[in-house]
T-cell receptor, first 108, second 115 residues
Framework: QKEVEQNSGPLSVPEGAIASLNCTYS??????FFWYRQYSGKSPELIMS????GDKEDGRFTAQLNKASQYVSLLIRDSQPSDSATYLC????????FGAGTTVTVRA | GAGVSQTPSNKVTEKGKYVELRCDPI?????LYWYRQSLGQGPEFLIY????????DSGLPNDRFFAVRPEGSVSTLKIQRTERGDSAVYLC?????????????FGPGTRLTVL
C-alpha cells in the first residue's frame, strides 16, 4: 500500500464549478498535510497546509482534514482556467511523502 | 530574495556516464532535501540534509547515488554509472528547519535524460 493515495484523474470541471480532490494516507501518526499545485514542466508550489481536524479556507481553496478516517481533501471553488494543473497531496514528518497527483482541467 | 536554484536545468547523458546535479538553497535554510519525480508520479524522497550532514538517506535507490553538502549550503547529487531508469526530474527543496511545519520551497528541477 502506498503511503499517500489520491483519487484517480483526470478531473474535468467547467469554469465556475467546484473541483473536489481527495487523498488518503496510511501513517496514522502523520501530523502535517499539504496540497501542492504543479503546472506542467514546473516544480510543486504549496497552496494549502493543514494540521488539525476540520476545515481551513484560503480564498477559493478549502482543505479538509479527518485524522480518524486518515483523509484529506481540497475543494477549489469558482474554478478558473488558471487552476488547470496537477494537484499533489503530501504528508510530512520532516520529509514529504507525495501522492501521484490528480490532474485538473477547467473548461472555459 | 532568491529562491532555490538548480543547475543544469537539463542534462542529457549516455548510459554508464557520471553526472552531478547542483542545488543552491535559499540563504539561511539549514534543511535541504532531494526528491526525484518520474513522469506521472509525485516526487519521491531521496535524501535530506540538516546542515552539512545527511540526516536521512533512506530514499537513495542504490549505491550509485550519493549526495554531499560540504559547507552546509550548496548540495550536489552525484549519480555514477547512469542507467536509463535514472531518467527523471530531480527536485531540490529547502526549509528553515527540518520539522513538520516549515514550508519546503522547491527549485525548478533538473531534467535528467539517460540515453
Amino acid at each position: 500500500q502506498k503511503e499517500v493515495e489520491q483519487n484517480s484523474g483526470p478531473l474535468s470541471v467547467p469554469e465556475g464549478a467546484i473541483a473536489s480532490l481527495n487523498c488518503t494516507y496510511s501513517d496514522r501518526g502523520s501530523q502535517s498535510f499539504f496540497w501542492y499545485r504543479q503546472y506542467s514542466g514546473k516544480s510543486p508550489e504549496l497552496i494549502m497546509s493543514i494540521y488539525s481536524n476540520g476545515d481551513k479556507e484560503d480564498g477559493r481553496f478549502t482543505a479538509q482534514l479527518n485524522k480518524a478516517s486518515q483523509y484529506v481533501s481540497l475543494l477549489i471553488r469558482d474554478s478558473q482556467p488558471s487552476d488547470s494543473a496537477t494537484y499533489l497531496c503530501a504528508v510530512r514528518w520532516y520529509k514529504l511523502s507525495f501522492g501521484a497527483g490528480t490532474t485538473v482541467t477547467v473548461r472555459a | 530574495g532568491a529562491g532555490v536554484s538548480q543547475t543544469p536545468s537539463n542534462k542529457v547523458t549516455e548510459k554508464g556516464k557520471y553526472v552531478e546535479l547542483r542545488c543552491d538553497p535559499i540563504s539561511g535554510h539549514t534543511a535541504l532535501y532531494w526528491y526525484r519525480q518520474s513522469l506521472g508520479q509525485g516526487p519521491e524522497f531521496l535524501i535530506y540534509f540538516q546542515g552539512t550532514g545527511a540526516a536521512d538517506d533512506s530514499g537513495l535507490p542504490n549505491d550509485r547515488f550519493f549526495a554531499v553538502r560540504p559547507e552546509g549550503s550548496v548540495s550536489t547529487l552525484k549519480i555514477q554509472r547512469t542507467e536509463r531508469g535514472d531518467s527523471a526530474v530531480y527536485l531540490c527543496a529547502s526549509s528553515t528547519l527540518a520539522d513538520s511545519y516549515n514550508e519546503q520551497f522547491f527549485g525548478p528541477g533538473t531534467r535528467l535524460t539517460v540515453l
